[in-house]
């Protein structure tokens, strides 16, 4: 018997269990068409192939070929976790106004995780009230996890790959009609026939081999929709987002992951508006600006089809974005998409940026009245540095996240620990979540403040205190763990850094007049911060030292090399990184090495050679060189004199 191989480590661990040697099974290429169903215990499960290995996670134990025929990522493994604990949470609450109760294993009951200072750990006598409430109401329709429900609801995963994330979801998810795992690649789709009949769960999962787009533009109709779509590509979703806003249906949701991270954080602003419809910059605030580009993205397509989003949750994750957006209809509410739009004008020198709504909504009575908007809200340089702006957007403005949806799902995971590899960090990440301020767009960090006036980095207490202490609010962000959101104005924020300034003051003499510190520096701060640490200036995610921001889990964790379309053992992707690095690095045995170039000169006469670029150093070196000789002659002559 084989030994299971275990990679990774922490809640990131997988096992891996290699097959026995056993002869081929046939897979006739109807697997791809032909769906299952009926009662999995009457369906044995497939034998492994030989070659194959079973990896775990979560309650799904997935085949997998030797060869890199079906992408698959372990670190992935969070996104997964956190797809299925919100789309639990949204079929509670859709399913109950359907009359059916969602039960969820290991759940004994439903608690509530407390944030406030009186009670940091679960406030379960409250919940308990609501318990009994819930209790005199409760349908006689339950629905479970790995049965079918027929008031349940419809999944679509686009781009399924080995079709672990849909396995899960029949496995791990309650309240399911049908779940439809699709895949371009026929390879890819018969492995997800053979995970499905592996798993037992056939007479829910079905496979499908067909281009993600054209499935979804097949659904369009009221009654074909589907009730959740996750699409997670190796790349940009930007060509799926057309048929993905059209086949969700009536406030179904939508699951989106990005990975294109450098095209949406400003390495190519050209490139990311073809796709998006936006213009990304480079800027501290990078990471959630990709996640209102993708929200605005998604906006603006639904809005061709008189629909609208609602985000519940956006989340920046090591090398990836991740949306979970609800979609309406109604032509009213499509109205106020310009308002919720804007440009953004970032300062190219001391990082100050400034909002443009792209449209203006005033209450008229009863009547809401739509205008353009004005501005634009800097002027032709920057008032702080004088430094120019640089435009990017359009982005969505709004909130990215429904407070009271990401409530429920922190309290759903952190009752039920156990139920996810990943719930400790899955828990620190919507704690940080529930503390930022919804209504405030982007954000600074504290050590690009200090660059920018080269003084030291102040400690994020005291600066969230001087922000308070000021008037204003001040909150972390899960994008950036020394990130600084705040409604305080940029001329407010500067204040507070010349004050700081001044208790760590820098060599000004050493300042450029036309850099952007010598120009912030030189006016006066017209308040006077306070720099003492206050209590609400500690988030309460830290107090309870939560898992908020996530180390790397090993060597090389991020992005994984694209499945190889024909098969065939793959090249490992840390050989191919050695084989391209270096490219131009010229070794001691390369001929160019002995090629001087023309400003090379020879410096020497006669005792030694030096070679130097430096026609300075030339001379020195000659004058140096005379001098000894002159030594050299002298001493000769003294010894010949006493020898005499």
Request: include cysteine; charged fraction near 20%.
């Amino acid at each position: 018997m084989a030994t299971p191989l275990r990679i990774g480590s922490g809640s990131h661990q997988i096992c891996i269990q290699p097959a026995p040697a056993e002869p081929p099974a046939e897979l006739s290429s109807s697997t791809i068409d032909i769906q299952t169903a009926g009662d999995p215990k009457e369906t044995p499960p497939p034998e492994l192939l030989p070659g194959e290995t079973v990896v775990k996670e979560g309650k799904a134990a997935i085949l997998f070929p030797n060869a890199n025929e079906v992408f698959y990522n372990p670190v992935q493994e969070f996104n997964r976790d956190l797809t299925c604990a919100v789309i639990t949470e949204f079929a509670r609450d859709l399913l109950a106004e359907r009359g059916v109760k969602v039960v969820v294993p290991g759940e004994k009951e439903k608690v509530l995780v407390s944030l406030t200072e009186e009670d940091p750990e679960v406030d379960a006598e409250a919940d308990l009230t609501t318990e009994k409430k819930n209790g005199d109401e409760e349908s006689a329709v339950v629905a479970t996890v790995g049965e079918k429900c027929e008031l349940g609801l419809r999944v679509l995963e686009g781009l399924a790959a080995s079709g672990l994330r849909s396995v899960r979801f029949a496995l791990e998810v309650p309240g399911l009609l049908s779940i439809t795992a699709n895949d371009f690649s026929a390879k890819a789709a018969a492995l997800i026939a053979r995970n499905a009949q592996y798993n037992g769960v056939s007479h829910l999962l079905q496979a499908s081999c067909k281009d993600a787009s054209m499935l979804m533009y097949e659904k369009r109709g009221k009654k074909e929709r589907y009730d959740v779509i996750d699409l997670d590509p190796y790349g940009s979703p930007s060509h799926f987002l057309d048929a993905a806003v059209q086949a969700v249906s009536e406030g179904g949701l939508l699951c989106i992951t990005c990975t294109d991270m450098a095209v949406m954080a400003g390495n190519s602003g050209e490139t990311c508006y073809s796709k998006y419809g936006s213009v990304s910059i480079k800027a501290k605030y990078c990471h959630e600006m990709a996640l209102r580009i993708i929200l605005h993205s998604l906006d603006q397509r639904a809005g061709v089809y008189q629909r609208y989003i609602q985000p519940l949750l956006s989340v920046s994750v090591d090398f990836y974005i991740r949306v979970f957006v609800r979609v309406f209809t109604g032509q009213a509410t499509v109205k106020n998409s310009a308002s919720k739009q804007a440009l953004v004008y970032n300062c190219v020198g001391c990082g100050s940026f400034h909002l443009q709504r792209m449209g203006r909504r005033t209450i008229n009575g009863k009547h809401m009245k739509y205008s353009a908007a004005s501005g634009p809200p800097v002027g032709t340089e920057c008032e702080h540095c004088g430094q120019r702006h640089q435009l990017g957007g359009p982005l969505w403005a709004e909130p990215i996240h429904d407070s009271q949806f990401v409530h429920k799902v922190l309290s759903a995971v952190a009752g039920n620990p156990s139920r996810f590899g990943t719930a400790k960090r899955i828990e620190g990440m919507l704690s940080v979540v529930t503390e930022e301020l919804d209504d405030v767009p982007l954000y600074y960090t504290v050590d690009s403040l200090s660059s920018t006036i080269h003084c030291n980095t102040p400690p994020l207490l005291k600066f969230r205190s001087a922000l308070l202490h000021a008037g204003h609010r001040v909150s972390i962000s899960h994008a950036c763990k020394n990130a600084i959101k705040t409604d305080a104005p940029s001329a407010a924020i500067w204040d507070i850094m010349r004050c700081w300034e001044k208790m760590n003051p820098v060599k000004r003499e050493k300042l450029s007049v036309t850099s952007p510190a010598f120009k912030i520096l030189s006016t006066e701060p017209s308040l006077e911060a306070c720099f003492t640490a206050r209590e609400d200036a500690n988030p309460q995610s830290r107090k309870r030292h939560l898992t908020r921001f996530q180390e790397n889990p090993h060597a090389f964790w991020g992005p994984k090399a694209r499945a190889k379309a024909g098969g065939g053992i793959s090249t490992n992707l840390q050989d191919k990184r050695k084989k391209f690095q270096n490219k131009r690095k010229i070794t001691d045995s390369s001929p160019l090495k002995n090629f001087p170039c023309k400003r090379f000169r020879e410096v020497g006469l006669g005792i030694s050679t030096i070679h130097t670029h430096n026609t300075h150093t030339s001379i020195v070196l000659c004058l140096l060189q005379i001098s000894l000789f002159l030594v050299f002659f002298v001493v000769l002559h003294l010894c010949f004199m006493f020898s005499i």
